[in-house]
């Protein structure tokens, strides 16, 4: 299962990312706007148990997001349970050095697509921390609309932040 896109490839992950999965992912400045279980400083033995998790998976949910061959970021979907079983919450990363390029947004208009392709799905929502505007940029090029603001949601990095939900129906 892989999706071809402009500017990368998104592919299940698989053993030999974990180099460069550390590399990128071990940044303070994407650990501020992810939840506390991605790790930081993000560790070979953070990767391998990922690599391990992602890409044994029966059903394939998460992507590695690579480009010029190597694995740069993450994006996948958490499909929701019980009374949710239609919603499903979207999530992603990228390294630094690739920011700016339009890649995320790619990415996150072709996931969209092929999750509501894939699964029964009419809701797939995202979170956003308040100070990450260029996420909430991200969400409204591919089609996301802004739905509410869920004040003081979360506790990060010692702060206490609201959140802003954004979310696509079909
Ligand atoms: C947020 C993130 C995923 C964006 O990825 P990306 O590939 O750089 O995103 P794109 O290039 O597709 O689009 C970014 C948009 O945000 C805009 N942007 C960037 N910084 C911004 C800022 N401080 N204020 C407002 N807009 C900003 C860009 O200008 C661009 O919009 P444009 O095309 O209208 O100019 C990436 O920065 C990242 O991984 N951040 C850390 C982890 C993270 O935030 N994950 C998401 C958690 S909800």
Partial sequence: MELRLKNSLLRRWRSGDEPSLVQHASNRRIWLNVRDRFPYPYTMEDARFWVQAAGSAEIITNFAIVVDGEAVGGIGILLQDDVHWRSAEIGYWLGEDYWGRGI??????????????????????????????????????????????????????????????????R
């Fill in 104 to 169: 995320v947004t790619e990415a996150v208009c072709a996931v969209t697509d092929w999750a509501f392709e894939s699964f029964d799905l009419c809701r797939i929502f995202a979170f956003v921390y308040e100070w990450n505007p260029a996420s909430m940029r991200v969400l409204e090029k591919a089609g996301y609309q802004f739905e509410g603001r869920l004040r003081k949601s979360v506790t990060k990095d010692g702060r206490i932040i609201d959140q802003v939900i954004y979310a696509i129906v």
